[in-house]
C-alpha cells in the first residue's frame, strides 16, 4: 500500500499573483501555487488550462506579468532565468525525458559533467562515481554501463530523475510520469518519489490521470482556464470530484446502463488463453451492448482486445461471432468478419498525422471508393468522408486539412469515423479518451452510445473507473489476465468499483 | 573483453569476419600473407581511413557528408597554386594550409545547415556539385604535374628486405593516418565536446534542451571532416603525384560504405575509430584477396557490394535474442 508522504513544514516554492498574457488572452489569471519543501503535489488541469505556462514560468522560460511574487526557497526574486531556476534546483522531467539512447546510463545521468561550449578530457570515473551517488539516493540499482536503450521506459525515467539529481534539484516537475507504465513500474516509480521525499527533495507531478499519483501525493493544485480553482488536500478525494474541479462541470452522475441482456449474444468468448498475457477469458458482447473493460495497466486488457482482432493468436479458447465459431489469423481477417479496433495509440497506430483528414478516413475502405478503373474515385471518396464527418460532428476546418491540425477529441472522432466506414458490427475501443480533455471526452461517449443504439456491439476497454461506470451496461473487471468480477453500474457505486480495482 | 564485446558488439563481429576472410586468404594464396602485401595493402588505404575518420565525427553527430572527397580534390588545386604562389613550401605548411582550406569548406556544409535548417544530405550534394563545377570551371578538367619535390617525393618511414629481396615498407600517409586516427578518437572519447557530439547524434532535441550548443556541433562535425579531407587530399596526390580534377569523385560513397559497415549508425548517436579502420580493411582485404585468387576485377565491386549488404543486414540481428530460449510473453 502506498503511504502518503509527509505535509510540508517550509514553502519550496510560493508565487503569487502570477498572470501571463499572449495575444490578448489570459493563459494564466493571477494565479498562487505553491510547494512545500519534501512535498509531493499534484498539479491538475485539462489541456491548455496554464499547467505548461505556469511550469514555464517558474522555470524562467517564460516572464510573467508585472505584479507576480516569486519565492524560489525562501528568497525573493524580481525575475527568474533558466540559469538561475536551474542553480536553484528546479528541474523538468518532460514525458519524452530527453534522455540519449546510445549512450551509457552513467552518461546519461551525469550528462551535466560533460556540458559547456570549452572541450574539457572527460573524466569517466568522476562521471560514473557522480552517477553512482545518484542512485545510491534514489536507493535504485542500475547497470552504469547498460546502453539507456536497452533500459525499459520506467528504468529510463529513473535515470531522468538521477540526471536531475546530480544538478542538486530540490524541486522536480514530472510530467504525465505513469502515462505509459504498468502497474508494478508505477509502484517502482512512486518508491523512489517516496525516497527522494523523505531526502526533502519536492515532486510536482503534472498530469490528467491521478488515480495513482493521488494516493502519494499531499495537496492537489487544480487550474481551469488558466484560473486556479483551489488547493486541496488529497485525503479523500476522488477521481470524480477532481474531474469535476478540473471541468467545472458537473457530470451528471447518471449512468447510462440498461439492461441489454434480452440482446442477441454477437461476440462469444470462451476460454480464450495466451501464455503470459491472460487466462480463461469468457464473456458475451451482445448487440447494443456497452461492455466496459476495466483494470490496472498491466492487467492485460490491452492484450485481450490484440487477440479479439486477429493481431495475436490466442493458445487456447473459442470465439463465436454470431454463432459462427471463428479463428482469426490476421487483423485483415478480424476486419472482414466485422471487427473493428481503435487503438489507445491513437497518436502513432491509429492516425497517419500529416496525411489529410480524408485520407486517414478511407484508409480503411479504399476498396469501397475505388472507381471501375481500379483508381481512386474522387467523387465516391468525397462522398463517404462528407458522411462521416456529418455523422460524428468532427470539428474540421476542410478535409484537406492534416490530421495533426485536429484537437485529441476530434482526432479520436476521425479514428472512429474510419473504423466505422468499414461498417463492423463489433467495435473495441481501447483507452479512447487517453490525451481528449475531460470536456471532449463526453461528446466521444455521445457517439459510443448512439453506435449502441443502431445495433453495433461495443467493448470499451478503459482504466477509468468512473469512465467505464458511467458509460457501460456491464462491466468486467481484469487483474492479473482474468476475469475477476463482472459488475452491474445501475447496482454497484463509483466508490465500491473503485475500490475493488484499486485494492 | 567482456566489455568490449558488449560496448562494441558490431566492431567485435566485423574484427572476426575480418580475421576469417585473412585466414582464408592466408590459406588459399602464398602472396597474401607477406610483409610486403599486407604493407602496401596499408599504404593504399591510408587515405581511406583519414577520410572516414573524418566523415564518422559528421554520422556521429547525425549528419552525412557527399561533398568531402570533392572537397579534397578543391584542397589539391588550391594547394598546387597557393605553394607555387609562396615559392615551395613543406610537409608542416601543407599539411596546416590542407587542413584549413578544407576545414573551410566543411564549415559552408555546416552554416548552411544551421543557418537554414537544410538536411546535410540535401546541403552536401549541392555543395558537392557547386564545389565540383567550380573545380572544373576554373581548371577546365586540366591535369597538374607541378608539385613541389617535398610534396611528391616518397617518404619512406621504415623499410625491410625479405630474404627473397623483395621490399616492404611504410610510407607517410600511414603516420598521417594513425595520427589522424589517435586525434579523432581522442576527440570524441576522450573530450566533452566528442560526447556532445554523440549526444546531439542521439537525440537533437535532448541535447539542445541539456543547454548544447546546436550550431558550434555542426560546424565542429563538418569542419572536422573537412581538414581530415583536406589532409586526405594532401596525402592522396603525394601518393599519385598529381592532381586530376575528376579523380576523388566517387569515393565518398566507396568511404561512407566502409564507415557504416564499421558500425557508425546513419541516424546518429554510434559509431568508433576502430570500426572505420575495420570497415575499410574488410573491404581492401576482400578487394586484394579477389584479385590475389585470380577473379576479374569486374566482379570486385559485386562482391564488395554483397558483403556491405551482408554486413549491415546481419548487424541488426542480436544473435543472444536468437539463441535465447524463447520467453513467455511478446516479442
Not at chain 2, 117 to 139: D, Q
Request: proline share 3%.
Amino acid at each position: 500500500m502506498i503511504g502518503t508522504a509527509a505535509m510540508p513544514e517550509a514553502e519550496a516554492i510560493t508565487f503569487r499573483n502570477v498572470s501571463k498574457v499572449f495575444g490578448g488572452v489570459h493563459a494564466l489569471d493571477a494565479v498562487d501555487f505553491s510547494v512545500g519543501a519534501g512535498e509531493v503535489h499534484c498539479l491538475a488541469g485539462e489541456n491548455g488550462c496554464g499547467k505548461s505556462t505556469l511550469i514555464k514560468i517558474i522555470t524562467g522560460v517564460y516572464q510573467p506579468e508585472a505584479g507576480a511574487q516569486m519565492q524560489l526557497f525562501g528568497q525573493a526574486l524580481p525575475q527568474i532565468t533558466p540559469t538561475l531556476a536551474r542553480k536553484a534546483g528546479i528541474a523538468v522531467i518532460w514525458q519524452d525525458l530527453a534522455l540519449f539512447a546510445e549512450m551509457t546510463v552513467a552518461e546519461n545521468i551525469a550528462f551535466e559533467t560533460m556540458l559547456g561550449n570549452r572541450p574539457r578530457r572527460v573524466n569517466y570515473a568522476a562521471m560514473r562515481a557522480k552517477a553512482q551517488a545518484a542512485l545510491d539516493r534514489l536507493d535504485v540499482t542500475l547497470d552504469l554501463d547498460a546502453r539507456l536503450g536497452t533500459l525499459p521506459i520506467a528504468q529510463r525515467q529513473v535515470v531522468a530523475i538521477a540526471r536531475a539529481l546530480v544538478s542538486d534539484a530540490r524541486l522536480i516537475f514530472m510530467d504525465e510520469p505513469t502515462a505509459s507504465l504498468t502497474q508494478s513500474e508505477t509502484d517502482a516509480l512512486l518508491a523512489v518519489v517516496r525516497t527522494l521525499s523523505m531526502r526533502g527533495v519536492a515532486v510536482v507531478f503534472v498530469s490528467h490521470r491521478l488515480a495513482e499519483v493521488l494516493e502519494i501525493s499531499a495537496r492537489v493544485t487544480v487550474l481551469r482556464d488558466g484560473k486556479l480553482v483551489g488547493v486541496y488536500p488529497t485525503a479523500g478525494m476522488t477521481q470524480s470530484r477532481l474531474t469535476e474541479l478540473m471541468t467545472g462541470k458537473t457530470f451528471d452522475q447518471v449512468v447510462a446502463a440498461r439492461d441489454t441482456l434480452a440482446n442477441p449474444v454477437v461476440l462469444q468468448v470462451e476460454n480464450l488463453s495466451r501464455r503470459g498475457e491472460f487466462a480463461d477469458v469468457s464473456f458475451s458482447l451482445r448487440a447494443g451492448e456497452v461492455l466496459g473493460l476495466t483494470g490496472l495497466i498491466g492487467a492485460g486488457r490491452t492484450e485481450l482486445g490484440h487477440a479479439l482482432f486477429g493481431m495475436t493468436r490466442p493458445d487456447a479458447g473459442v470465439l463465436h461471432l454470431n454463432g459462427r465459431p471463428v479463428s482469426l489469423r490476421s487483423n485483415r481477417e478480424a476486419v472482414a468478419q466485422g471487427i473493428a479496433y481503435v487503438s489507445e495509440d491513437r497518436l502513432a497506430l491509429g492516425l497517419i498525422q500529416p496525411q489529410s483528414i480524408a485520407d486517414n478516413t478511407v484508409l480503411s475502405v479504399l476498396r469501397k471508393v475505388t472507381g471501375r478503373t481500379g483508381l481512386l474515385a474522387a467523387d465516391r471518396q468525397r462522398d463517404l468522408v462528407a458522411h462521416w464527418i456529418a455523422e460524428l460532428a468532427v470539428k474540421i476546418g476542410q478535409p484537406e486539412d492534416a490530421v495533426s491540425t485536429l484537437s485529441g477529441g476530434n482526432q479520436q472522432r476521425v479514428v472512429l469515423a474510419k473504423w466505422l466506414a468499414t461498417e463492423p458490427k463489433v467495435l473495441i475501443l481501447d483507452s479512447p479518451t487517453v490525451g481528449v480533455d475531460v470536456g471532449a471526452r463526453a461528446g466521444i461517449f455521445r457517439i459510443v452510445r448512439a453506435l449502441a443504439d443502431k445495433g453495433l456491439a461495443i467493448l470499451l476497454i478503459s482504466d477509468e473507473v468512473t469512465e467505464a461506470h458511467m458509460n457501460a451496461d456491464r462491466i468486467l473487471h481484469m487483474a492479473g489476465g482474468r476475469i475477476v468480477g463482472e459488475y452491474d453500474p445501475r447496482q454497484t457505486s463509483i466508490a465500491a468499483l473503485e475500490a475493488a480495482v484499486y485494492a | 573483453m567482456r566489455n568490449f564485446l558488449r560496448a562494441y558488439p558490431t566492431e567485435a563481429k566485423l574484427l572476426a569476419v575480418l580475421i576469417l576472410i585473412c585466414a582464408v586468404l592466408a590459406l588459399t594464396s602464398d602472396s597474401f600473407a607477406t610483409l610486403g602485401n599486407l604493407t602496401s595493402l596499408l599504404n593504399n588505404n591510408a587515405v581511406n581511413v583519414i577520410w572516414a575518420v573524418g566523415l564518422l565525427v559528421v554520422l556521429i553527430a547525425g549528419g552525412i557528408d557527399i561533398s568531402f572527397a570533392v572537397a579534397a580534390s578543391v584542397v589539391q588545386y588550391l594547394c598546387v597554386y597557393a605553394f607555387a604562389a609562396i615559392g615551395g613550401g613543406n610537409w608542416g605548411i601543407g599539411l596546416l594550409f590542407a587542413a584549413s582550406i578544407g576545414a573551410g569548406l566543411g564549415l559552408i556544409n555546416a552554416f548552411l545547415i544551421h543557418q537554414f535548417r537544410i538536411i546535410s544530405i540535401v546541403v552536401t550534394i549541392s555543395t558537392f556539385n557547386a564545389f565540383f563545377g567550380l573545380l572544373m570551371f576554373f581548371s577546365s578538367g586540366r591535369f597538374l604535374y607541378n608539385l613541389p619535390s617535398w610534396w611528391s617525393q616518397r617518404v619512406i618511414l621504415w623499410e625491410h628486405q625479405s630474404p627473397d629481396g623483395t621490399w616492404s615498407e611504410i610510407t607517410l600517409p600511414v603516420a598521417v593516418m594513425a595520427v589522424a586516427m589517435a586525434s579523432t578518437w581522442a576527440l570524441i572519447r576522450h573530450t566533452t565536446t566528442g560526447r556532445q557530439l554523440y549526444a546531439f547524434g542521439d537525440n537533437a532535441e535532448g541535447a539542445r534542451r541539456a543547454g548544447i550548443s546546436i550550431g558550434l556541433m555542426q560546424a565542429i562535425a563538418f569542419g572536422w571532416c573537412g581538414a581530415m579531407a583536406g589532409i586526405g587530399g594532401l596525402m592522396q596526390a603525394h601518393i599519385t603525384k598529381e592532381v586530376v580534377p575528376n579523380a576523388l569523385v566517387g569515393r565518398e560513397l566507396d568511404v561512407l560504405a566502409a564507415v557504416v559497415l564499421g558500425g557508425a549508425r546513419l541516424g546518429g548517436g554510434r559509431g568508433s575509430v576502430l570500426g572505420c579502420f575495420l570497415g575499410v580493411a574488410l573491404v581492401a582485404v576482400t578487394q586484394n584477396g579477389l584479385n590475389l585468387l585470380g577473379v576479374s576485377p569486374y566482379a570486385f565491386k559485386m562482391v564488395v557490394g554483397v558483403i556491405i549488404l551482408l554486413a549491415i543486414s546481419t548487424s541488426n540481428i542480436d544473435l543472444a535474442q536468437i539463441l535465447a530460449p524463447k520467453r513467455k510473453g511478446r516479442e
